[in-house]
């Protein structure tokens, strides 16, 4: 018999018609053990067995009365005596059915459900301020990192450090492979050597040719200073009558071809003043730019002497010595330990909540942190927009890199409205149902609805009013549960 399923017409009818009848064939239950049952099964299977005892003790007289007719069957009894006799087994198994019902009832009243006040957490309906936030979650980091690059394709050589080293300022990390970058170095160094030379060599060349212009020109000067005093003296002559017309026409044609001479070696003597000047700017632009690079390559085998750049935390290192490396590829990282932020995470559709300049608390287990919203991306990756938070107090004990975190992020404020505390239970807005207090011991379900929320209240829209006491804890075995019983 299964006093939860609702048989227990089926077994009170066979349990009578035994009673009437007599009949010992009828089935009843035998009392039967039962492992591993909670409060209600256990409560069930006690009203089985007690049933089943009072059924069997029944029908143990049934039995008894049933062969005593068998005995004096043989003889009349008086009607008087049937009657009396069934009379007094109607009014004592009436009496025995009577007490079974009571029993049942008691029975049934202990199987109500029930639960401890110790085991629940209540929050009281109150009425004030919300400041609205949307919950988003976040990896604790440290505020500064450096990844330090191969500059070079080459292999590992020695390996100095291990993770989780301190390091100081130019503190060697890792020797990688350089023959081959200090090879091409010292041949760039003769390159550089040589084109000094050349640069060198242009201007000395340049030189040269400038002053044979100029000397070109001096003596064209000369020539024609000349030229103007044979110009002179032939028209002195010709005044005189000593001189010919002729004479002074030719004096007059070399002086006027001196002078277009001497014009044309200044004008050739300015053009390439300005053609030399060119060509050396030109070679001196081609060593400097030469310079630079030699210079990039001298940075680069320096920094292919793997030093730390800054006072920090070793938390990454490529210790697979021989290892092939190729240019920019990662080989170490450095992070300031003793300084952290937050990266958060938050669905696009809430993007419009999060901006930068934004109050947040970050909530490290019991522990609430407040900063601010730093940075956001523009873009969503994977219907996930990323944001950073400064916080206020960076280097908090409870901070640890890589450590989990809830982030609440505040975007409106609500003043003078109904809340209780928020819990596990909350889910974002909408409708629930909710165990309120109703009495000193009954939990009764509600319908409530719910609005916005942050990392301590949630908003009650409607359903609750104040001074109620609300089962804020999990509650999901009493969901089928309507009132609970609740014990001290």
């Known amino acids: 018999m299964d006093f939860q399923s609702g048989r227990m017409d089926v077994f009170v009818s066979a349990w009578i018609s035994a009673l009437v009848s007599g009949n010992e064939r009828v089935c009843i239950p035998k009392p039967y053990r039962v492992f591993g049952i909670g409060h209600s099964d256990f409560l069930t299977f006690l009203v089985n067995q007690l049933v089943a005892v009072l059924a069997r003790i029944l029908l143990g007289k049934c039995v008894k009365s049933h062969l005593y007719k068998q005995i004096v069957m043989d003889r009349e009894i008086p009607k008087e005596v049937r009657t009396k006799e069934r009379n007094k087994r109607i009014i004592k198994y009436g009496g025995i059915g009577g007490g079974c019902v009571?029993?049942?009832i008691v029975l049934?009243?202990?199987?109500?459900?029930?639960?401890?006040?110790?085991d629940l957490v209540f929050s009281e309906v109150s009425q004030g301020t919300i400041e609205v936030s949307v919950s988003a979650s976040g990896k604790v980091v440290p505020a500064f990192e450096e990844i330090i690059n191969s500059p070079i394709n080459t292999r590992i050589l020695e390996v100095y450090k291990k993770g989780g080293d301190s390091v100081d300022v130019g503190t060697p990390i890792l020797k990688l492979d350089l023959q081959s970058a200090e090879t091409e170095y010292k041949k760039q160094l003769d390159e550089e050597q040589m084109k000094r030379y050349q640069l060198e060599q242009l201007k000395v060349n340049n030189n040269t040719y400038l002053s044979d212009l100029e000397m070109q020109v001096k003596v064209a000067e000369m020539k024609v200073n000349r030229m103007e005093v044979e110009l002179r003296n032939e028209r002195y002559l010709d005044s005189l009558g000593s001189g010919t017309t002729d004479r002074v026409h030719q004096a007059e044609l070399n002086f006027k071809t001196g002078k277009l001479e001497l014009e044309q070696l200044h004008q050739q003597l300015a053009n390439e003043r300005k053609v030399?000047?060119?060509d050396l700017k030109v070679k001196q632009l081609e060593y400097e730019i030469?310079?630079?690079?030699?210079?990039?390559?001298?940075?680069t085998l320096d920094d292919a002497q793997v030093r730390s750049p800054r006072k920090a935390i070793l938390t990454y290192i490529n210790n697979q010595i021989g290892a092939q490396v190729t240019e920019g590829s990662q080989i170490a990282v450095i992070s300031d330990l003793s300084h952290f932020k937050v990266e958060g995470e938050i669905a696009d559709t809430y993007g419009d909540r999060v901006a930068a300049g934004g109050k947040a608390i970050v909530k490290i287990g019991s522990e609430k942190l407040e900063g601010q919203v730093s940075s956001v991306t523009p873009l969503s990756k994977n219907g996930v927009i990323s944001f950073t938070v400064q916080l206020v107090d960076d280097s908090n004990r409870r901070l640890r890199s890589g450590l989990k975190t809830d982030v609440y992020v505040m975007n409106a404020v609500k003043e003078d409205v109904l809340r209780i505390a928020n819990a596990s239970y909350y889910v974002g807005r909408g409708d629930y149902e909710l165990f309120v207090m109703d009495g000193s011991?009954?939990?009764?379900?509600?319908?409530?609805?719910?609005?916005?929320?942050n990392f301590e209240y949630v908003e009650v829209i409607s359903g609750l009013q104040p001074g109620d006491r609300v089962v804020v804890s999990d509650m999901s075995q009493y969901k089928n549960k309507n009132k609970l019983k609740l014990k001290k």
Do not use: H, P, W
């Open 441 to 453: 011991n009954e939990l009764v379900k509600r319908k409530v609805q719910l609005g916005d929320s």
């Open 108 to 118: 049934i009243s202990l199987m109500r459900s029930s639960v401890k006040e110790k």
């Open 290 to 299: 030469f310079l630079k690079g030699l210079k990039e390559t001298k940075r």
């Open 102 to 104: 009571v029993l049942l």
């Open 276 to 278: 030399k000047a060119a």
